[in-house]
């Protein structure tokens, strides 16, 4: 850490911070992967596992947006009906609710369209269930399933503006870093994608971008 206050202790040596335009979101992305199966067991918990067989869009954006607006998921909002229709469709994608008793607290997404490989898509839960072991359920079920016959490869990958505990939770789940990248995007409360009170944590900077419909 700096002893200059003008000096932040993140800021690298020699090299000014780059400033980034009202409206613009950057996040630091870390690339995990496990090549072999982990030991660990599944622990417990009242939640449970429902597998969404044939999801609709309007279903599926519902759920996306229940679990990802407060960490700013965006990616598959902007996508065209059909486009997005084409991913969930596909019988290689396997999609989960996580229930509470009847309420919807959380999903899960597998993607097996890569042969010998398995990406965990998306993986989460609402904030309200966050410091209650429920995360390391899930994502030791998330990674059993995954590792299904023909499998050699699990991977997945998170970013700054997911929950701060992410990273520690993979590698405590058997995942290894082995890449880090920077990405750069308008920010999704600015173009309509999510609302704008969506991820309080992330200050909202810019104004809003979305046309009214013609009348």
């Known amino acids: 850490m700096s002893g200059r206050p003008d000096m932040p202790g993140c800021m690298a040596v020699g090299r000014p911070l780059e400033d980034l335009p009202d409206g613009q979101l950057a996040a630091v992305v870390t690339y995990l992967e496990m090549l072999e199966p982990p030991a660990t067991e599944v622990p417990e918990s009242a939640l449970r596992l429902r ?9 599926y954006r519902a759920l996306f947006r229940k679990v990802g607006a ?8 902007k996508l065209k009906d059909a486009d997005l229709q084409a991913i969930i469709g596909d019988r290689e994608i396997h999609l989960y609710e996580v229930a509470a008793v009847e309420a919807v607290v959380g999903m899960l997404e597998l993607d097996f369209r890569q042969p010998g490989q398995c990406e965990l898509a998306f993986v989460g839960l609402v904030p ?6 429920h995360g390391r359920w899930l994502l030791a079920h998330a990674v059993r399933l995954a590792w299904r016959e023909g499998v050699k490869r699990v991977h997945v990958h998170t970013c700054t503006l997911d ?24 920010d999704p409360r600015l ?19 979305v046309e009214s419909p013609d009348p």
């Open 128 to 133: 309200e269930l966050s410091g209650r072991g």
């Open 163 to 186: 929950h701060p505990a992410a990273v520690a939770a993979y590698r405590r789940a058997g995942f290894v870093p082995y890449k880090r990248g920077i990405e750069r995007f308008t």
């Open 191 to 209: 173009t309509g994608d999510l609302p704008p009170d969506s991820a309080p944590q992330c200050p909202l900077l810019g104004t809003l971008t």
């Open 70 to 77: 407060p960490w700013l998921w965006f990616s598959r909002l």
């Open 51 to 59: 597998r969404v067989a044939e999801p609709t869009v309007n279903q």
